[in-house]
Structures are given as structure tokens and as C-alpha cells.
């Protein structure tokens, strides 16, 4: 099964930490991204994650592996939502199983990092005065938005 | 030549569509952005761009080919 996975339905965070579990492992650290009600001061109702599904699947897959590899990982998996979200849906889960504590949380912080920077998905977010825009990597408005 | 477009967030919004055929006069990628994005109105720069040829991100020096598959990538904001 693959590492990172990008689903247009909720996600499973239960159901996904089973995919973490090593006998070797001593550590687990899990991140959750929640859709939150407010962005740069605007009151956000609900947002759209559009992505490049092939690329999106093949960064986030070499994002996890290097991941495994550089902090030495007995596991790791990352799912991301696409479609549309409300205030309170898990847009992201990101999990990791070590041996110790600091290379879980490490990598754990890495792995969201990464996934932020250079997986191809983008967030369109609408806010409750009706008005909706694409935003960049540090959540401010896009100027490319018409 | 002739190529596969997609477009994705304020690029697909700007074109107006989420992907195009289109018989380009460019033979590379900065050409063949600069030709679309003066079709499209497209206000990103391309330096703020990344490019995916075929499903792998590349160089912009990157080769063309006949029916290749490009997507320009605006800056990404998932998480």
C-alpha cells in the first residue's frame, strides 16, 4: 500500500495509525490539519483542495521514503484530502512510528513541511462575505486570483 | 508542435478551462508558457512557477515532444 494517499472522502484517523504500528517502534507522532473558521483575519466557511492527482501521489510518495530513510522511520503515511471541506474536516493526516522520540517528532514536522512546499495541491478557500480565493504556501492571497 | 495543457487553481480560473489542446509556435517550455500566458491573461511570472512534463517536475530547459503532456504549477498551498 502506498504511503501517501490523496482521498476525496473524510479521513480516518484511527483506521490510518494502524499503519504505523512496528514492534520496534517506541515513538509515534501524529500531525492533523483542521479546516479552521478564520485566515488572515476573513471569517473562512469552507474550502476546495484541487490537485494534480499522478504528481501530487508521486511527491508525496518520495517525500515519505526520503522521510523513512533520513530520520529512520520503522513507518510513515500521509493522506490528503482533495474536494470541498468544512470548518472542522481533517484536510491532512501525517503519521510516524520510531524507535525514540526525536526523530518521530523531526520527522513528523518535516514530513508537513515538505508536503506544504511541494506536493501540487492547491487550497481555494471562501470566506462567509461570498468571496473565494486561491492561496500560497504561506496563506496569503494569490495575485493570480480574478 | 502540438501539446496537452492542464491547468490548475488561478491559471485554470485565468484560462478559463482545466485543460487545452494547443498547436504552439514555442518548441520550449519559457516560450510556450510566455504564448499561453498572453492568450490567458495568466499574471503569474514564471519564475514563480514550477513546470511537470508528462508527470514528472522538470527543468525548464526540459526537451518538448510531440503530444507531451505540461502543467505549469502555480505555488502550492495544500496541507
Known sequence: ?146 | MKFRLLYFASLADCAGCAAESVDARASDLASLYDEVRQRHDFNLDRERLRVAVNGHIVAWDHPLNEDDEIVFLPPVSGG
Not at chain 1, 31 to 48: I, K, S, Y
Not at chain 1, 117 to 122: A, D, E, S
Open chain 1, 1 to 146: 500500500m502506498s504511503r501517501f494517499r490523496l482521498v476525496p472522502d473524510s479521513i480516518d484517523g484511527v483506521a490510518e495509525k494502524r499503519r504505523l504500528e512496528a514492534a520496534g517502534a517506541g515513538a509515534c507522532v501524529i500531525f492533523e490539519g483542521w479546516v479552521r473558521n478564520h485566515n488572515q483575519g476573513r471569517a473562512v466557511q469552507r474550502l476546495d483542495y484541487q490537485a494534480y492527482a499522478p504528481l501530487a501521489s508521486s511527491e508525496g510518495e518520495a517525500i515519505l521514503d526520503a522521510a523513512v530513510d533520513r530520520f529512520k522511520l520503522r513507518a510513515a503515511a500521509a493522506v490528503h484530502r482533495s474536494g470541498s471541506l468544512v470548518v472542522g474536516d481533517m484536510a491532512v493526516w501525517v503519521g510516524v512510528s520510531a524507535d525514540h522520540r526525536d526523530a518521530a517528532f523531526a520527522a513528523c514536522r518535516w514530513i508537513i513541511d515538505e508536503i506544504k512546499l511541494r506536493v501540487p495541491i492547491w487550497k481555494n478557500e471562501h470566506y462567509i462575505d461570498g468571496e473565494s480565493g486561491w492561496l500560497h504556501p504561506d496563506n496569503t492571497p494569490a495575485d493570480g486570483g480574478r
